[in-house]
């Protein structure tokens, strides 16, 4: 390959990196090309961008960006397929319908973290997206708000009974 070949792409790798807010890195060393097809598919359904690429040059791509990925380049060894995901536990909640372990988790990047070994895969998988996050917020939020709302109106309409009940009453 020539070096004006890997600049392009290093810089594609590194623009996408920027793009999506998180990143797997999975070893798919022992799939065989009917797994990967089946694979990338389930990626493509579930919204997640799935990139095999040469390790060297996704260490390049991640040098040049501003955020320091040190703890992810011990991962970067053998075939490593990337699986970009703007939700963080997109690429988890589908490594493990994969029961026999393949793909194998090394690493990934997500919600700001690193998550290095295959046994992240579960904490990967738990972690709440940005959007469920606000949901929870908003309904944690809103709850003291109908109970106050709840309780005024309650409190009305029994004084609003009491006041008729007076009213009704021969002096």
Do not use: W
């Not at 070893?27 to 493509?44: P, Y």
């Not at 090394?106 to 709440?128: C, H, N, P, S």
Request: contains cysteine.
């Amino acid at each position: 390959m020539r070096k004006e070949d890997k600049g392009i792409i290093i810089g594609q790798l590194a623009d996408t990196v920027k793009q999506y807010g998180h990143f797997y890195l999975v070893d798919t060393t022992a799939m065989d090309a009917a797994a990967t097809s089946d694979l990338r598919r389930k990626c493509f359904k579930a919204g997640i961008k799935m990139v095999v690429v040469k390790n060297s040059l996704l260490h390049k791509a991640l040098l040049s960006l501003d955020v320091d990925y040190s703890p992810l380049f011990g991962a970067l060894k053998g075939t490593t397929s990337v699986l970009f995901s703007e939700v963080a536990n997109a690429p988890a909640k589908l490594l493990k319908e994969y029961k026999d372990g393949v793909p194998t988790l090394k690493a990934a990047y997500a919600e700001e973290g690193f998550y290095v070994g295959a046994d992240q895969l579960e904490a990967l998988a738990t972690i709440k997206s940005k959007n469920e996050v606000i949901a929870d917020i908003i309904a944690l939020l809103q709850s003291p708000a109908k109970n106050v709302i709840s309780a005024l109106q309650s409190g009305g309409n029994t004084i609003h009974g009491v006041l008729q009940t007076l009213a009704e009453r021969p002096e």
